[in-house]
């Protein structure tokens, strides 16, 4: 295997080829037209399992777009397969946003040294020195520019398939972290969609706020820095064989399925992305776009969104389809299953006004023992929070993708996601979403006539609001002090 510094500065995807393996087995791509086909990703280990089959039955190109990327046993294993892939003749492009690669500086050079694969780091910190009190005071020195990540997250193989929706890499997204397991959703995309969605990596990768590794980072590694890092990846690897395994197992299940195809929901879908440099002050694209939906709803909207703190702007546009007589419903974390704490105090403080107009509002369980879906054998899990990022419109259309509704992904941050036309998918969606409240996943939040807040959760109800405990309800406390809603 050679191995070398990229040279090339600009670089796009390919046109698809239609005589690879992943045309032949998403073959339906092939005569959709306008259209493209989904499949809805809600368990976490079939995620990852589609995850590493897209890598290995690439032929041409892989490009990966994520906001964090852990170094973990999913992380480690991933990366192993993007090398496995390069070392074939695969041209992997990888772009990471550099708020989560504290510490990951020479792995970064050492994996970009492979003469197939090159890194980028969105919107970087100058400073790279391994010290994170340097790096929290240039975050506060130079606040307005470093607090606009890119939280897009996307795998695309040979511009024929995609994965695109809530998950980053790390083990607590596939089901594999003991402390914190998210629910989630991806979709699996195939056909037109696909394109538009390469066509937004090309936009980041190639624009100046997206730095390419090699002028970052003063680090320069040798051959043998690279199988070090090889022999690390294996020895981690080792340690988590029986649960890859088991991934593995399944994904050849999931490729050799004999109604893949028929499996897939053909529709006619919208991509929405921010550009890669947003204005601070203005909302983004993805946002008003569905805002927009919103107000062409007429029977039904169901809000899935990890991070829920509405603008006054969306207040407003609950309200009015409220009166028009469109039942609302929003699914969100509690106080106990969220991983931010200081984003659920902004949620908190509208609560009680949403309930008041009549919104159904559903919060998040963090208790393990209703969540064995989204597991995976063997894994003890302390707790469970809500990730995923969805919106059905009058159960006919969906939205998927990584949007909050909250002030940072409306403005601070670039999101992406798909607006698809399908009352199956949506219904698919929605009857997920209804089954795990069903379940008793979520609480069903309501109000008394005194303003009281009650939580209810099949048989069990409770009037003090769930959390972790009292140092984060403390913590919650402070949070809903500070005049930091714009950041949230």
């Known amino acids: 295997m050679r191995l070398l510094a990229s040279t090339k500065t600009e670089s796009h995807a390919i046109t698809p080829d239609h005589s690879v393996t992943l045309s032949r087995l998403f073959n339906p791509q092939q005569d959709m037209g306008d259209q493209s086909a989904f499949l809805a990703l809600h368990n976490n280990d079939e995620s990852l399992a589609w995850r590493i089959a897209l890598i290995e039955q690439a032929e041409k190109t892989i490009d990966a777009q994520y906001y964090s990327w852990h170094n973990d046993t999913s ?26 690669t504290f510490g990951a500086d020479r792995q970064i050079a050492t994996l970009n040294r492979h003469a197939n694969i090159e ?11 391994s010290f994170r009190l340097v790096r929290i005071l240039e975050l506060l020195w130079n ?15 040979d511009n024929i398939v995609s994965i695109i929706g809530g998950r980053n890499i790390g083990d607590e997204y596939f089901g594999l972290s003991t402390k914190l397991v998210f629910r989630d959703i991806d979709l699996l995309v195939c056909g037109a969609s696909v394109d538009e969605l390469s066509c937004s990596f090309d936009l980041f990768w190639n624009n100046d706020i997206s730095k390419r590794a090699r002028k970052l980072i003063a680090f320069r590694p040798k051959g043998l820095d690279f199988r070090h890092m090889k022999r690390r990846l294996e020895k981690k690897l080792l340690l988590s064989r029986q649960i890859i395994q088991r991934i593995e197992n399944l994904k050849t299940d999931l ?163 798909l607006l698809v ?14 089954e795990d409240l069903s379940e008793g996943e979520f609480w069903k939040v309501s109000q008394s006539h005194t303003g009281k807040i009650n939580w209810q959760n099949g048989t069990t109800k ?27």
């Not at 780091?121 to 100058?126: A, H, M, S, V």
């Not at 606040?143 to 193989?157: P, V």
């Open 119 to 129: 890194v980028r780091i969105f919107n970087p910190f100058k400073l790279r020195w």
């Open 143 to 157: 606040l307005d520019r470093l607090t606009h990540r890119m939280h897009n997250k996307l795998l695309t193989s």
């Open 255 to 417: 490729l050799n399925q004999p109604d893949l195809t028929s499996s897939l929901i053909k529709a006619g879908s919208l991509v929405f992305y921010d550009p890669p440099e947003s204005s601070p002050t203005e909302m983004g694209q993805p946002t008003q776009s569905l805002y927009q939906c919103n107000d062409s709803t007429s029977k039904e909207l169901t809000i899935i969104s990890a991070y829920f703190v509405p603008s006054k702007n969306l207040m407003a546009s609950l309200q009015a389809l409220i009166e028009k007589g469109v039942n609302i419903q929003i699914f969100t974390n509690s106080l106990a299953s969220i991983d931010v704490t200081v984003a659920f105090s902004g949620y908190q403080r509208y609560r009680k006004q949403l309930l008041a107009m009549g919104v159904e509002l559903y919060e998040f369980c963090a208790d393990p023992k209703y969540h064995s879906i989204y597991t995976t054998p063997s894994v003890n899990v302390k707790r469970f929070s809500l990730h995923a990022k969805s919106i059905i419109y009058d159960a006919s259309t969906v939205y998927v993708g990584t949007l909050n509704l909250d002030p940072r992904s409306a403005i601070l941050n670039t999101e992406i996601g």
């Open 421 to 434: 036309e399908s009352r199956a998918l949506a219904e698919e969606v929605r009857q997920a979403f209804f």
């Open 462 to 488: 409770t009037g003090i609001q769930p959390a972790r405990s009292p140092i984060q309800r403390m913590f919650n406390l402070i949070y809903s002090l500070l005049p930091i809603h714009q950041h949230l």
């Open 75 to 100: 992380g480690a294993l991933l990366i192993s397969k993007l090398i496995e892939a390069a070392d074939r003749g695969v041209r992997v492009r990888l772009l990471l946003d550099d708020i989560d």
